[in-house]
């Protein structure tokens, strides 16, 4: 069976991948414990050693506003491992699955973004990610670059959960309600993965490489995602300080952060599904059936 390596096993993407690749090979899930992105030596040394024919790569430095003042440190997981796990990739004809982010984009366009479209990322983290996908397409590697956003599962840290903890404390939310983009679970982008790696195995010689979006279908902005996710803790009956008519709607210019927002984060899905078969589920299904996950 073909060995495939996950980074980033804690991850949401990289958490969700473990079950969705698991019948495609044999899976090696790293921890940071087993392969630290930030350490060159670490990444050559967990390649080495299990020497994957597919290596994918959801892990990241995340925290955007961190980044900004730790740039090095948001480079050297962003930019210069994807770049060593290309380059290992290639000399070992691998397979490298890599994610990226609509922060490549400045979020000014009027409609979707398609994969084409000029990068201009306004943030470190956006630049960051950037140099990874271009260092991977300069490393001669079989690669897949799979752009997403707005990323929520039951496991780690995202908006869904920050909403329902603080909808259960406090009495009023003031939610950003000029930037719109599609909530995509991670279990829909690890699905997809192992729909486009089936293929990948089945073909690799006839195989489309190349940078596709990978988001659920639809838009809406952060406040009526938040107004969303209340009313279906409304409809289950949790315990909550707020309704949603609690939930105020503020542009982002009265909420500032370090690092600049893409007012719009819509990618648009059309090659991904025209080229594999697929067609991406709305953004509302795959909210509520982690909302579900976190009620049981």
Known sequence: MTRILITGANGQVGFESQRALALLGDIVACHRAQMDLSDPASIEAALDRFRPGIIVNPAAYTAVDQAETEPAAAAAINAEAPARLAAWAARHDALLVHYSTDYVFDGRKAGAYVEDDAAQPQSVY?????????????????????????????????????????????????????????????????????????????????????????????????????????????????????????????????????????????LDCERLERTFGLLMPHWQAGVDHVFSQLSD
């Open 126 to 266: 956006g630049q960051t990610k950037w140099d990874g996908e271009q260092a991977i397409r300069r490393s001669g590697a079989r690669h897949l670059i799979l752009r997403t956003s707005w990323v929520v599962s039951a496991h780690g840290n995202n908006f869904l959960k920050t909403v329902l903890a603080l909808a259960q404390q406090r009495q009023t939310l003031s939610i950003v309600s000029d930037q719109v983009g599609a909530p995509t679970s991670a279990a829909l982008v690890a699905d997809a993965t192992a729909h486009l790696l089936a293929r990948y195995l089945q073909s690799p010689q006839a195989f489309p490489y190349g940078t596709y979006h990978l988001t659920a279908r639809g838009e809406t902005s952060w406040y009526d995602y938040a107004r969303h996710v209340v009313g279906l803790a409304e409809q289950a009956g949790l315990r909550l300080a707020l309704t949603t008519d609690a939930i105020q709607p503020i542009p982002s210019s009265d909420y500032p952060l370090p690092a600049p927002r893409p007012a719009n984060s819509r």
